[in-house]
């Protein structure tokens, strides 16, 4: 069961409010861009504390400190919208489930994946370190 909109409003925000778009139903995502031309981000989004600590803040240092940036960022929220986290999957699926995450796409191909064991237990520094080379390499 899902926890409480009012719980995750905040943690939804935390990407929405620096230009993250929401996607919330299998097709808000099949009709995502980013996934399709040019350069793309795609969060999966997450409750634990990997997100809450390292994950949503790196993606924030990230964007804030690159000079190259994928053109389409956008987001789904594991565990909340089950639709639409399913469909994001399927964009990579040889990769096992793994959130929070974060997948880049460059012109409708996975370019790079950061997978749950390479966010949690490292700062946000970290994990903004690694997205920075991914947009330094491909965007």
């Known amino acids: 069961m899902p926890y409480s909109p009012l719980l995750v409003k905040p943690m939804r925000e935390e990407l ?17 861009p980013g996934a399709k031309e040019g350069t793309g981000l795609l969060v999966i989004n997450s ?9 949503r803040p790196g993606v924030r240092l990230a964007l804030e400190e690159s000079d190259k940036k994928p053109a389409h960022v956008a ?13 994001a999957r399927g964009l990579f699926p040889q990769v096992p489930p793994s959130s929070p995450s974060m997948a880049f796409f460059k012109d409708g191909e996975l370019a790079y994946f950061l997978p749950r064991h390479r966010i949690e237990g490292r700062s946000a520094e970290d994990v903004a370190a690694d997205l920075k080379s991914a947009f330094a390499e491909h965007c």
């Open 16 to 32: 929405t409010a620096i230009g993250f778009e929401e996607l919330m139903t299998g097709e808000e995502v099949g009709n995502w």
């Open 47 to 55: 409750v634990c504390g990997c997100a809450a600590g390292m994950a």
């Open 75 to 87: 987001t789904v929220f594991a565990g909340q919208d089950q639709e639409a986290t399913a469909a």
